[in-house]
């Protein structure tokens, strides 16, 4: 396949997911280095919103920052209203039966025009995401290979739902199926995966024709805004969809409560997730239908580590699947529940690695962990850590340097009891709760105390324990024997149970049916 060129759709190939560089090619690390420099070049520069196929500039701005040194600008914004919000949802929804017409050959062409931009564009948004996200560059890779596999992913499965669908035929009749879109949609998107989670969302999207407006996380704005330049490049019309970047309390509930938005594709914390389908189950005046709600909420996820586990691989996994991004991740290991028998064995193995973690810029490739994404999350997170002190044994870590970016070691706290606080609730940081457990079952009990229900992961060697977690571990993505992070595109629809969210499984085959509503025709024949 061209890297600037999406292919014949006829002759369009299996999907595969996108390979991710390898930086220890003098290549990669010499064009990764380069991309920097570039996008180095470019910070402080002013973004407008787009509404109505054209950039709309606001007199009250706010300013993008880099998480690993907060005194540089990455780029200054136009914020967004309420009244703007407004006119967004009105321009896409008077543009919704255009689009709405597009065959579904064309739509799916630009969404892999898109695939086809990004990758070639791969290390540019690298370094957006490393400046104005605080990814690794391994993590930053991750992400911008994910939203090319959701353009690909999600081209194919339009193109599945807009062929024929084999229904029973009543004697005497031809009876059909087709997917109709749904209509104005609000896409609101999280910091933490600013160009997968907010490309797969929009793509989404876009592709079932339905029209779109985006309220990106106001941590990430200008990783959207190049996003925005890769629709209109792919060949979106102007008008297909609008970007509105500034505060969630203006644009945000706007965008939710307008009677002519159709649907909310959310990605974020359980509270506002809550607030949004709390707003959309209510009926404004003039509203025909009822709102649909896709929401990604949180997770507080747990690896049981057994005692016929591979001990060095499940320090490994629980190790990346905790720090990893800080731990800013809806998927991360914020609990560790490990049988008794090889508890202390586990804790002083993870402490050794834990406590060589490099902690510093993003940028600097020779770093694991980079800044908090903030100073409010750097707050939450340490107060957390004071109440683990209290409620656990604490093993390692938790000191914060701040002096130029938002930086925290990663922490450990052990013998943490199950109503623990930094047991039961979500963190979003690079802090660790380690629980012993009696015996298997204890440990599945253990997992389950939770009132999330995202991913978990099981290390052990044992194919009945195995099959009694496939039955009794209750997440919306399980592994076995990995890091329970990383969901691949095709391979792991993403999305989990209770207050994790609405199970949505994104790149997975049923993700496009929750963008459109499906009509049944009969014909009688004569």
């Not at 389908?277 to 747990?302: C, F, H, S, T, Y």
Request: hydrophobic fraction near 40%; charge should be negative.
């Amino acid at each position: 396949m061209s890297s600037q060129t999406a292919p014949d759709l006829g002759s369009l190939p299996e999907f595969r997911n996108e390979p991710y560089a390898n930086f220890s090619d003098p290549a990669n690390h010499q064009a990764m280095q380069a991309a920097l420099e570039a996008v180095r070049r470019q910070f402080g520069r002013r973004y407008d919103l787009w509404i109505g196929g054209k950039p709309v500039k606001t007199e009250r701005t706010f300013n993008s920052i880099n998480p690993s040194r907060f005194s540089e600008v990455i780029g200054i914004h136009s914020a967004a209203d309420a009244e703007l919000a407004a006119q967004a949802v009105e321009s896409a929804y008077e543009f919704f039966p255009e689009w709405s017409r597009t065959p579904a050959a064309e739509r799916c062409r630009m969404l892999l025009n898109a695939a086809a931009i990004i990758r070639r564009r791969k290390m540019e948004f690298n370094a957006w995401l490393v400046f104005e996200a605080g990814k690794t560059w391994p993590e930053a890779e991750a992400d911008v290979s994910e939203a090319i596999d959701f353009c690909e992913y999600y081209a194919r499965q339009m193109l599945r739902l807009a062929e024929p669908h084999p229904m029973l035929h009543i004697p005497g009749e031809y009876d059909e199926l087709v997917y109709l879109p749904l209509g104005v949609g609000a896409v609101i998107a999280p910091w933490n995966f600013p160009l997968a989670i907010l490309a797969g969302m929009t793509t989404a999207t876009l592709v079932a024709g339905n029209t779109a407006v985006i309220k990106p996380s106001s941590d990430t704005p200008t990783i959207a805004a190049k996003f925005a330049e890769v629709l209109l490049e792919a060949g979106f019309p102007e008008r297909s969809f609008c970007l509105l970047t500034g505060g969630g309390a203006d644009a945000g509930e706007t965008i939710v409560v307008h009677p002519k938005t159709r649907f909310i594709c959310f990605t974020g914390s359980r509270d506002v997730g809550l607030r949004i389908n709390e707003l959309a189950a209510k009926p404004q005046p003039g509203q025909i239908w009822i709102k649909r709600v896709i929401a990604e909420m949180g997770g507080k996820d747990a690896i049981i580590v057994d005692s016929e586990a591979d001990l060095a691989a499940a320090v490994d996994g629980v190790l990346v699947s905790a720090y990893g991004y800080q731990g800013q991740k809806c998927s991360a290991c914020s609990r560790a529940i490990v049988d008794q028998t090889v508890y202390g064995e586990f804790l002083e193995r993870l402490r050794v690695k834990v406590e060589a973690i490099r902690v510093g810029p993003a940028e600097d490739p020779d770093n694991f962990m980079g800044p908090i994404i903030n100073q409010k999350a750097l707050k939450t997170i340490q107060n957390y850590i004071e109440i683990g002190r209290r409620e656990g044994r604490w093993l390692t870590g938790g000191e914060a340097d701040t002096s130029q970016g938002y930086f925290l070691r990663p922490a450990i706290i052990a013998d943490v009891d199950r109503k623990a606080r930094i047991f039961q609730e979500e963190i979003f940081g690079p802090v660790l709760a380690v629980t012993p457990a009696r015996n298997f079952e204890h440990a599945l009990e253990l997992a389950n105390d939770s009132e999330y229900g995202l991913t978990g992961a099981v290390y052990t060697r044992n194919p009945e324990k195995i099959a009694l977690a496939k039955e009794r571990f209750f997440v919306g993505n399980l592994y076995f024997n990995r890091k329970c992070t990383g969901a691949m595109v095709g391979a792991h629809p993403f999305g989990g149970f209770n207050m994790s969210g609405t199970d949505s499984k994104a790149g997975g085959p049923d993700y496009l049916l929750q963008f459109t509503q499906a009509k049944a025709i009969a014909v009688k024949l004569s």
